[in-house]
């Protein structure tokens, strides 16, 4: 784990992006042994497994909840974790202002969106987000950070088929970007890639890359 780590982490330095690396379903003893090589950004996505970990690892790890968020579970991790990745709907993106205002705090986001081509993968129809930024919709949320975009590509062994899309959320990130948030430097990332394509998307502009199972071995779910 110690010599992927570092491998990976020589893979990244030219692009200058960060590893996010993926934790769900890791024991604590496996977080700790990657901590010590220095990692501090760990990527969980259950909001139930996150908040079990928090109490049991370092203070100074920065959790990024990286899967899909349900409106009902927001309260309950505002304000304990650096960055929410899955920013997919203007109802969460609403609710999540809105707790973090209750609680006094400004939380990064990003903003997923859609770039598979598969129905079942979630994010914003990046017309719908131009039409609800256009509009003034987000005006209001002043407890939240916009930072950039996520996406996930189709789940596919076609590599061409992944890097047009990775490409697609490059296009989306620079024109929104440059029409909505050319003011806000903190609005710089583009969390796309994980264990089988993060290659394509470092290539393709990758500033955040979500790596597990490369990292950790296979996940066991038991
Ligand atoms: C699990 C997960 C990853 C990491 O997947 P690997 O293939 O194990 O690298 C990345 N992003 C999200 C949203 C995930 O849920």
């Keep these: 784990m110690e010599k992927i780590y570092e491998t990976i982490q020589a893979e990244l330095a030219p692009f ?10 890791q024991p604590a003893e496996k977080i700790e042994r990657l901590y010590n090589c220095g990692q501090r950004v760990f990527g969980e996505n259950r909001v139930q497994e996150l908040l079990q970990k928090i109490p049991a690892l370092p203070d100074d790890i920065q959790w990024h ?24 709907r203007l109802k969460l993106v609403r609710k999540i202002n809105e707790e973090s205002a209750k609680q006094h705090v400004i939380t990064p986001i ?12 979630a994010g914003y129809a990046f017309d719908d987000l131009i039409a609800e930024l256009t509009q003034g919709v987000w005006d209001e949320f002043e407890n939240i950070r916009p930072c950039g975009v ?11 088929q992944v890097r047009q899309e990775f490409t697609s959320l490059k296009r989306y990130f620079d024109e929104i970007k440059e029409r909505f948030f050319s003011d806000q430097a903190e609005f710089r990332e583009i969390s796309m890639g994980m ?24 996940r066991n779910y038991s």
Excluded: P, W
């Excluded at 990286?66 to 304990?80: A, E, H, P, R, S």
């Design 110 to 121: 990003l903003i997923q969106l859609k770039i598979a081509k598969e129905e079942s993968k």
């Design 150 to 160: 996520m996406g996930m590509a189709t789940f596919t062994s076609d590599r061409d």
């Design 195 to 218: 264990s089988g394509d993060y290659d394509i998307a470092l290539e393709e502009g990758a500033t955040l890359v979500r790596i597990g199972s490369k990292l950790f071995g296979q």
């Design 16 to 25: 200058d992006a960060s590893l996010v690396a993926v934790s769900k379903v």
């Design 65 to 88: 909840l990286i899967g899909q968020l349900q409106t009902n579970k927001v309260k309950d991790i505002i304000g304990k974790c650096a960055m929410i990745h899955a920013a997919d």
